[in-house]
């Protein structure tokens, strides 16, 4: 360990050296203040490092046990539990929603498939007609009938628009219904996936996890202040979107009662609420673990080769459409994962699947290499496309591959 690197902890495979000092280079020239990567191939464990402080105000040290919140991550985990209840057949990409949640027709939803919802194309992307008015109301069980209320903002299936918090919630009464024993997400996740695989990452923090070993979050969008002091770190196509409360950014992304601000999420009474789309604590080394397994073929989770499939092929926006109507880019959607797309390029190939989350976090699976990886941090970055901290690592990653 040279002196740059001092902060840096874990280990690194032989020949994933340059990981290491990527990762290192982030403390002592990219102002990262606590952060977490980890990469699994071909079942075996190359990359787990972890260094800086988990919380700025105590300095107080980033541990191998640390957890920390990631934002819209959590949607990639959220849809493996549907891709677990398809491989046990419970549930058809291509049925209708409705056929499982009968609610869900109401308002000219009846013939929306799992599919073009999982895709962000359902129109439902808004808040509007949601009731926030405290931290339990974002537990999926609280919106059901509001969700199912909703109206389609556009005909189903031509447009694609990020459904930023609805996605979650929506996946959370699917998976609801489905199940024989009709158990919430975060639940099914916990019993289902991440405790048979050995991964630690909730979706609902469990009331005996200490919260000392959570990473205090940093920085973030909490103010016009905050804004305009990083308009070089945004990019400007959705920047604006924030400073309009008629534009569809605004209504689908953006909480009425703030209580969805950055720094609520250090809060204990909002770090246990089960809110699929992304409320998600875990660590680097769980995340990429669960990654892995769905790139090397998800066997120990029942995955069939036909979802796979599905899942690795190429997606394009809905004809005639150059970007996403809310991120204002050309993000693209998969059965609950992102794609990879110009505007959020990761993977060695369209084959991959993942997500990445508000701040810099981004965890995904690459079927080429056989790898699953993850890369966190609390200090909040402001790139909606790529924070360059996890790109940096990203990409020595790749390059010792």
């Not at 690194?12 to 606590?34: C, I, M």
């Not at 509001?146 to 009464?173: D, F, N, V």
């Not at 190939?349 to 965890?363: C, T, Y």
Request: charged share 25%; aromatic share 10%.
């Amino acid at each position: 360990m040279t002196a740059r690197s001092e902060t840096v902890h874990g280990s690194v495979a032989p020949g994933f050296e340059p990981v290491r000092e990527a990762f290192a280079r982030n403390f002592s020239g990219r102002g990262e203040l606590g952060a977490a990567c980890a990469v699994f191939r071909q079942s075996r464990k190359v990359v787990d490092l972890w260094g800086g402080a988990r919380d700025d105000r105590t300095r107080a040290p980033w541990q191998e046990d640390t957890l920390v919140p990631v934002f819209s991550s959590t949607k990639g985990f959220a849809a493996m539990t549907l891709a677990v209840a398809n491989g046990r057949g419970w549930l058809e990409y291509d049925g209708k929603v409705a056929a499982y949640w009968p609610e869900f027709a109401h308002n000219g939803k009846q013939d929306i498939t799992v599919r073009t919802l999982l895709g962000h194309r359902a129109g439902l992307c808004t808040l509007d007609g949601l009731r926030l008015r405290a931290f339990a109301d974002f537990d999926t069980s609280a919106q059901a009938a509001s969700l199912a209320e909703k109206k389609p903002l556009w005909e189903p299936g031509t447009r694609q628009g990020y459904h930023c918090w609805t996605i979650g919630w929506y996946m959370g009464e699917l998976l609801r219904r489905v199940d024989p024993r009709h158990r919430s997400l975060g639940r099914f996740f916990r019993e289902e996936i991440a405790g048979p695989l050995g991964a630690e990452f909730h979706i609902g923090l469990p009331p005996e996890t200490p919260q000392e070993r959570i990473a205090v979050l940093h920085g973030g969008m909490n103010s016009v202040f905050q804004l305009f002091s990083h308009l070089r770190e945004m990019d400007t196509r959705i920047l604006f979107q924030f400073f309009n409360p008629w534009s569809l950014t605004w209504r689908s992304m953006i909480d009425p009662k703030q209580l969805l601000k950055h720094d609520n999420f250090n809060r204990r009474e909002l770090q246990s609420v089960e809110m699929p789309a992304g409320n998600g604590i875990g660590s680097a080394r769980g995340m990429a673990l669960l990654f892995h397994e769905f790139a090397a073929g998800g066997k120990k989770l029942g995955l069939t080769p036909e979802f796979l499939a599905d899942l690795e092929s190429p997606v394009a926006l809905p004809p005639g459409e150059k970007i996403d109507r809310v991120a204002r880019m050309d993000f693209r959607f998969s059965l609950g994962f992102a794609k990879p797309s110009p505007d959020l390029p990761f993977g060695t190939s369209s084959r991959a699947f993942g997500i990445g989350g508000a701040g810099g976090s981004l965890a995904f699976a690459d079927p080429d290499p056989g790898i699953g990886y993850a890369y966190v941090m609390n200090h909040m970055g402001f790139s909606v496309s790529g924070d360059p901290r996890e790109r940096a690592v990203r990409e020595a990653v790749y390059g010792c591959l």
